[in-house]
């Protein structure tokens, strides 16, 4: 009995050696996974799904039914991560990870965010963890074969969202205050800039001026950089403040004395940018 005990036993130990764990074995899925990525003024906005293929199939009323709860991909949920608080078509909507769900229909979509980030399929999904519903129209597109999350239209403080499969387009909008963000930061960095720092209120003002916002602010940034050290850059700076003050007479002779420092400072310098302001203000 026990010889016969053992000889069981390094059968079974040569087998489990000789034949590999299944779990070892990584074979590709049909639906891979995929990673749609996208920054909007400084807010990261990131959806992991799974991309299904036609493959020939009926998708919508078919493969993908209307009227019920879709994971919006294959495989596990589909999630969107915010990483700032977001509004989504007009509707707030804390920073965090999210289940991305949606209930397809022939003329309206539900598109979901909710708790459940972390399930296969919807079979786990619960409409009491919903943290917010909005109503899309789907639009006829051209034909995409693999499912595909886009960001079509992007700005800085805004994007469109776009799912496309088969011959269909489902998109929302998503907006983030950007603005607000970036000036509370700025405040705090140049607040906490060093003496001899001329760099960090001359970025504060520059982004008041592309944005042109909170031109108060910004003056008194530029003020700030010059006082440190007067630079092209810097003197360029003060320039389009006072030509979007309408002075465009002061703006075009602080931007050749902009160009006069630059060039005091390295011959080689680049005064193209300027010399063009100049030349768009003396039209």
Request: glycine content about 6%; some cysteine; hydrophobic content about 45%.
């Amino acid at each position: 009995m026990r010889k016969t005990t053992l000889l069981a036993i390094m059968i079974a130990a040569t087998v489990a050696t000789a034949v590999p764990a299944l779990a070892d074995l990584d074979l590709p899925r049909p639906s891979p996974k995929a990673t749609a990525a996208q920054t909007v003024g400084v807010t990261d906005i990131t959806i992991a799904y799974c991309r299904p293929s036609v493959r020939g199939r009926v998708i919508w009323g078919g493969l993908v039914p209307y009227d019920q709860v879709w994971r919006t991909g294959a495989n596990e949920a589909t999630t969107i991560t915010f990483s700032d608080e977001v509004a989504i078509e007009g509707h707030e909507l804390p920073a965090g990870t999210y289940g991305l769900f949606t209930i397809p229909g022939k003329d309206e979509w539900t598109v979901i965010f909710n708790k459940g980030a972390k399930q296969w399929g919807a079979y786990d999904y619960k409409h009491a963890d919903d943290v917010l519903r909005v109503k899309v129209k789907p639009q006829p597109a051209a034909f995409t074969e693999v499912m595909t999350f886009g960001f079509p239209t992007v700005t800085i403080d805004s994007t469109t969202v776009a799912l496309t499969w088969d011959k269909l387009e489902v998109q929302f909008t998503l907006h983030v205050a950007t603005v607000p963000k970036v000036l509370a930061a700025a405040r705090k960095a140049v607040a906490d800039a060093k003496p001899d720092d001329w760099r960090t209120p001359y970025r504060a003002a520059v982004f008041c001026l592309d944005n042109e916002v909170s031109l108060n602010e910004a003056k008194g940034w530029i003020d700030k950089s010059v006082a440190v050290k007067e630079t092209m850059a810097n003197l360029t700076a003060r320039a389009r403040l006072l030509a979007l003050q309408g002075k465009k007479a002061d703006a075009i002779a602080m931007a050749k004395k902009a160009i006069e420092v630059g060039k005091a400072a390295d011959a080689k310098a680049d005064t193209s940018s300027v010399e063009k302001l100049i030349a768009d203000w003396q039209k």
